[in-house]
């Protein structure tokens, strides 16, 4: 079971926007920084957000991120079919010294 | 241009060991801040955290597996190793080797490679 948690799963139609959640406690996100990964089907994972809101080079700006406290978000606008993925947060546990992933959401453009 | 590449055995019997080699380039293993990690992920599956060693050679490990893990570095250089215990069929997967940075940024992932444990 995951220590971060987030929704199994969102959908939205193509050209929407859609949010997932990432609820930890101080020890994670709280006190640390928080990422976001993408993987497409098949594939490895790949950095979509670092330091709770920064796009890594090569990111779309459609791709978003906030965190407030011990929670953070991830908002996809203008969805379109390739970005039906799971997404997955990620984080430091400063306590527990170990690297923590939410349980990954599914997301489905309908 | 960083690239990380995984290599070991597809197959491994339950009780053997598992030792898989992570193969990366473009970047300094020793630069400050930099780590390398592995991840593996069960058939359909969440993403877990397994280990981590830094540039300063200190290392972490996922709670509940690390009286089964170990993470070293090579020779060569620019190798890194993850070598897992009395293996069982739970953890057949997806194993991934990724550079991490500012020890929280995994920003560099392999292709991963899938390891079944099976008689």
């Known amino acids: 079971q995951s220590v971060l948690t987030q929704p199994p799963s969102v959908s939205a139609a193509p050209g929407q926007t859609v949010t997932i959640s990432c609820s930890g406690i101080f020890s994670n996100i709280g006190n640390n920084a928080v990422c976001w990964y993408q993987q497409l089907p098949g594939t490895a994972p790949k950095l979509l957000i670092y330091?709770?809101?920064i796009r890594p080079s090569g990111i779309h700006e459609r791709f978003s991120a906030s965190k407030t406290g011990s929670s953070a978000t991830l908002a996809i606008s203008g969805l379109q079919t390739g970005d039906e993925a799971d997404y997955y947060c990620g984080c430091w546990d400063g306590d527990l010294k170990i690297y923590l992933f939410g349980a990954g959401t599914k997301l489905t453009v309908l | 241009q960083v690239t990380v590449r995984e290599s070991g055995p597809a197959v491994v019997k339950p009780t053997q060991t598992l030792t898989l080699t992570c193969d990366f380039s473009?970047?300094?293993?020793?630069?400050?801040?930099?780590?390398l990690t592995w991840i593996r992920q069960p058939p359909g599956k969440a993403l877990e955290w397994l280990a981590r060693?830094?540039?300063?050679?200190?290392?972490y490990y996922n709670t509940s597996l690390k009286t089964r893990l170990t993470i070293s570095r090579g020779p060569p250089r620019n190798q890194v190793a993850l070598i897992l215990v009395n293996v069982e069929p739970a953890d057949t997967g997806t194993y991934y080797c990724?550079?991490?940075?500012?020890?929280?940024?995994?920003?560099?992932w392999g292709q991963g490679i899938l390891v079944s444990v099976s008689s």
């Open positions: 060693i830094d540039w300063d050679d200190d290392t």
């Open positions: 330091d709770n809101h």
């Open positions: 473009g970047f300094s293993p020793t630069a400050s801040g930099t780590c």
């Open positions: 990724a550079r991490m940075r500012g020890y929280y940024r995994i920003d560099y």
